[in-house]
């Protein structure tokens, strides 16, 4: 079941509920308006969000099972040291902002790829 941006509940492409008034169908509008706002925020502050999300997708879907995700819960620490490598770095460099943009990750990646080997 799956809870779309009105606050109907769906199973299988049919309605299963949906809410009676206008009133709560536009306050669940909202609500998922803000959260996708906050997320995207989250998103352009953590370089390793999708990484983190893909870990918690594959929880989900092995039903909390550790083991069988360990692939993802890796590649989300490497995202995170390499990051922090990234951090430190600039910062010992005085180059600023610290962690940088989203639209600048994809050439810092590349500047920094040899922090990857360590």
Same mark, same amino acid.
């Given at each position: 079941?799956?809870?779309?941006?009105?606050?109907?509940?769906? +199973?299988?492409?049919?309605?299963?509920?949906?809410?009676?008034?206008?009133?709560?169908?536009?306050?669940?509008?909202?609500?998922?308006?803000?959260?996708?706002?906050?997320?995207?925020?989250?998103?352009?502050?953590?370089?390793?969000?999708?990484?983190?999300?893909m870990?918690?997708?594959?929880?989900?879907?092995?039903?909390?099972?550790?083991?069988?995700?360990?692939l993802?819960?890796?590649?989300?620490?490497?995202?995170?040291?390499?990051?922090?490598?990234?951090?430190?770095?600039?910062?010992?460099?005085?180059?600023?902002p610290?962690?940088?943009? +989203?639209?600048?990750?994809?050439?810092?990646? +590349?500047?920094?790829?040899?922090?990857?080997?360590?």
């Open positions: 079941m799956e809870k779309t941006s009105d606050g109907s509940y769906v +199973k299988d492409g049919k309605v299963v509920w949906e809410p009676k008034s206008e009133k709560i169908k536009e306050s669940c509008k909202n609500r998922a308006e803000e959260f996708d706002l906050r997320r995207q925020t989250i998103d352009d502050a953590n370089p390793c969000f999708e990484e983190g999300q870990a918690l997708e594959c929880l989900k879907k092995n039903m909390y099972n550790k083991a069988k995700c360990s993802e819960f890796e590649n989300t620490r490497a995202c995170k040291k390499f990051w922090f490598k990234v951090k430190r770095n600039r910062m010992l460099n005085g180059i600023h610290f962690l940088p943009d +989203k639209e600048e990750r994809e050439e810092v990646k +590349k500047q920094y790829a040899h922090l990857l080997k360590d």
